[in-house]
């Protein structure tokens, strides 16, 4: 196409222009600068993009199209397979280094490190870097020099290293390509569903994009921060910062938040308790991906080995009812409406409807992982696993498997006034708080005024959670057993 040189950029989950290495080293060459994206569903597998992450995806894109158009960059588009595409491309191009930011996911390490190899074939360089993470999943081991397995002294290890980076700000001089290089239209990829429509609550509820992710960073750190530490528990308040997805698909990254959290401690003391809270949480995240990096198998095999003879149940309509939000235990069931609704769900109440799968319906919790990957707009695969092994007491760190969340206590101490579960579960509505955690206590007076039938616009429980806590704890102490 042209003998002019250039330096080719590949955005992957790094969609923005501040605090992007990648984008960063590309301009400091003063080559022309061109950008690409690549759908690239086979490599994925099993992990490409869910539903709801599509549709996030479609407008983190548009965004990022814009403002590098704003710059003089051109995003294009492909879909296909990046092995062939991204070396490809680079020929056509003249790039002479092609840079990237670093994905850690099993099947991404595998097949980047196979690009490498065909780029260098052909003379091109490659330059590759961390905008992801706070420091490189190799960085932080224990002292006999291994991984790191439980996060408390992972957390330690953390803060004792040296503070990240600070973030980059974005380039301001580039010149993009001089070329007509063909690009897919957007849309055509489908990303967002049309028949049936099902995105109205993603749309009402969130704005994707580098502009978008940074406004959510400044008004949390102004108006929620403060009362992070004692309110983060309470799904009925919105207290949490709702970064998840713009961190996931690298809108804003890890270093921004925490450079920013550091400088808004220094003017505000009285935030010290819950700012570290808040950026312990962070430190979550990058346990998660630490986790995945040293054990690529843990979004499908049970970490803890004595565990895989777990005696799971094929309970289909349990989990039909637990995705729909129809179990008859209201946290769980306004925790699940509120995922389908807007893609995302509160923390606490992740964990409560993730014990109620496993422990009391003994669904799989890769049935779980699964389906949270098609419904969450944070679906990370390295934070899913994580967690879902965490929940189910299988995992690096787990909760102790005799923890078992219990659905009503879970809802009458975090959503005491019954706020989250009114907001979800409407039928419930009604119902003073005494009975709301566990409608089926209330007497039939009470349910008629407030309009309650159950069984016919409530479901009646779908088990009973004190004998299901039994009949797990039974098959916990079965394995145990077996591990002896």
């Known amino acids: 196409m042209t003998a002019q040189k250039s330096a080719l950029v590949w955005f992957r989950q790094d969609l923005r222009l501040a605090d992007n290495p990648a984008l960063a080293r590309a301009a400091e060459t003063g080559l ?15 992990w490409a993009h869910g539903g709801a992450s599509r549709w996030w995806l479609e407008g983190s894109l ?8 704003e710059q003089g960059v051109v995003l294009i588009l492909r879909q296909g397979s990046a092995e062939a595409i991204v070396p490809e491309l680079a020929s056509e191009i003249g790039a002479a280094t092609v840079f990237w930011n670093r994905c850690y996911e099993p099947w991404r390490i595998a097949r980047d490190t196979r690009i490498k190899t065909a780029l260098r074939e052909r003379g091109i360089a490659v330059d590759s870097g961390n905008s992801a993470l706070l420091h490189e999943p190799w960085v932080l081991k224990t002292k006999s020099g291994d991984p790191f397995k439980v996060f408390t002294p992972f957390w330690k290890a953390l803060q004792a290293l040296e503070s990240p980076p600070r973030p980059l700000p974005a380039p301001t001089q580039m010149q993009g390509l001089d070329a007509s290089i063909p690009s897919d239209d957007l849309k055509s990829w489908g990303l967002r569903p049309a028949r049936p429509d099902w995105a109205k609550g993603l749309r009402d509820t969130w704005q994707p994009g580098e502009a978008a992710a940074r406004e959510h960073l400044s008004c949390f750190l102004d108006e929620g921060l403060r009362s992070y530490a004692s309110h983060r528990d309470f799904p009925g308040i919105p207290s949490t910062s709702r970064l998840s997805p713009h961190l996931h698909f690298g809108e804003i990254g890890p270093r921004q938040i925490w ?21 312990s949480e962070l430190a979550w995240r990058e346990f998660s991906h630490h986790l995945l990096f040293h054990w690529p198998s843990l979004p499908e ?3 803890r080995e004595n565990f895989r003879a777990f005696p799971w149940h094929d309970n289909e309509d349990g989990f039909l009812a637990w995705t729909r939000g129809a179990t008859g235990y209201p946290i769980v069931d306004a925790g699940m409406r509120e995922l389908y609704a807007t893609g995302w769900m509160h923390n606490r109440v992740r964990m409560i409807v993730g014990s109620f799968l496993v422990k009391d319906l003994l669904v799989p919790w890769q049935q779980g992982e699964a389906w949270f990957w098609d419904t969450l707009v944070d679906a990370d695969l390295a934070n899913n696993a994580a967690s879902w092994q965490w929940v189910a007491g299988c995992g690096a760190d787990a909760a102790p498997y005799f923890r078992v969340f219990n659905p009503i206590t879970q809802g009458e101490k975090f959503d005491p006034e019954g706020d989250y579960v009114r907001t979800w579960v409407p039928e419930l509505a009604k119902l003073p708080n005494e009975f709301l955690h566990h409608p089926w206590d209330a007497s039939e007076g009470t349910l008629r005024a407030a309009g309650v039938e159950l069984g016919v616009n409530y479901p009646k429980p779908i088990v009973d959670h004190g004998a299901a806590r039994k009949r797990a704890l039974a098959a916990f102490e079965e394995i145990k057993k077996g591990a002896a």
Do not use: Y
């Open 32 to 46: 022309p600068v061109i950008a690409i994206f690549v759908l690239d569903d086979d490599a994925a597998g099993a």
């Open 62 to 69: 548009s965004a990022l199209r814009g403002a590098l158009t």
């Open 259 to 279: 450079h920013a959290t550091l400088h808004h401690l220094e003017a505000n003391p009285d935030a010290q308790k819950s700012g570290w809270k808040f950026l």
């Open 301 to 303: 095999t049970t970490w």
